[in-house]
């Protein structure tokens, strides 16, 4: 958490171009309401523009564009793997898309 913020602090034009600082990529039934909601609030308040994605989603939901557009939109992915987020074929998708735009766009992961 350090390393980030220094990295947004020393860059006054971090965000430029990015409507988010930082896309947490989870799965929602395994960290939700531990580790991945105390990141993202602890993110917010250092001012840090975070992404979450605040619906739970049933099995055979499909990636949405506008989750796809809010991937594109952000400087870095947080992953965060867990015992079950390979077993969903949502975050799979949404993990493919962080992975493109790693290696395409240069994004930090």
Not at 1 to 29: C, E, H, W
Not at 33 to 41: A, E, I, R, S, V
Not at 82 to 105: P, R, T
Request: charged content about 25%; overall charge neutral.
């Amino acid at each position: 958490m350090a390393l980030l913020q220094s990295s947004i602090s020393s860059s006054s034009s971090f965000s430029y171009g990015f409507t988010y600082d930082v896309f947490l990529s989870f799965r929602g039934s395994d960290t939700r309401y531990g580790f991945t909601g105390n990141l993202y609030k602890d993110l917010c308040r250092k001012r840090i523009r975070t992404f979450i994605d605040d619906k739970d989603l049933q099995r055979g939901d499909e990636i949405t564009p506008s989750l796809f557009k809010a991937i594109e939109e952000s400087r870095i992915f947080i992953p965060i793997l867990s015992i079950n987020y390979a077993s969903s074929s949502f975050c799979l998708d949404e993990l493919v898309h962080i992975i493109h735009c790693f290696k395409e766009n240069g994004r930090l992961v």
